[in-house]
C-alpha cells in the first residue's frame, strides 16, 4: 500500500512541477478578471466586438446608398440608448 502512495505522490509532484506556470497563469487571470469592474470589462468585449466587426464588409440594404444607410443605422443606435437611458431614470 505505501509503494502506491509514494508512486502517486511522485507522479503529482511530476504533474504539479510540469504544470505549474499553466496553474500560475490560470490563478492569475482568475484574480484579475475578479478585480476588474464589470463596466470597464464589457466595454472592452464591446470594443473587440467592434473592432472585429468593422473588418466585415458592408452592403448597404437595396434602393438605398451607403452613406445614407449608415446614418440610419447609427440614428437607430442612438434612438435605442436614450430609450434605455430614459427607461433607467424612471
Same mark, same amino acid.
Given at each position: 500500500?505505501?509503494?502506491?502512495v509514494? %508512486?502517486?505522490?511522485?507522479?503529482? %509532484?511530476?504533474?504539479?512541477?510540469?504544470?505549474?506556470?499553466?496553474?500560475?497563469?490560470?490563478?492569475?487571470?482568475?484574480?484579475?478578471?475578479?478585480?476588474?469592474?464589470?463596466?470597464?470589462?464589457?466595454?472592452?468585449?464591446?470594443?473587440?466586438?467592434?473592432?472585429?466587426?468593422?473588418?466585415?464588409?458592408?452592403?448597404?440594404?437595396?434602393?438605398?446608398?451607403?452613406?445614407?444607410?449608415?446614418?440610419?443605422?447609427?440614428?437607430?443606435?442612438?434612438?435605442?440608448?436614450?430609450?434605455?437611458?430614459?427607461s433607467?431614470?424612471?
Open positions: 500500500m505505501s509503494i502506491i509514494l %508512486q502517486s505522490l511522485d507522479t503529482a %509532484q511530476e504533474l504539479l512541477k510540469t504544470s505549474a506556470p499553466f496553474l500560475f497563469a490560470f490563478a492569475f487571470g482568475a484574480l484579475v478578471g475578479s478585480l476588474t469592474p464589470t463596466y470597464y470589462a464589457g466595454e472592452k468585449l464591446r470594443g473587440f466586438g467592434r473592432a472585429m466587426f468593422n473588418k466585415l464588409p458592408y452592403e448597404p440594404p437595396p434602393g438605398k446608398e451607403e452613406e445614407e444607410a449608415l446614418i440610419d443605422a447609427t440614428n437607430e443606435d442612438v434612438d435605442e440608448e436614450e430609450k434605455e437611458e430614459s433607467g431614470e424612471e
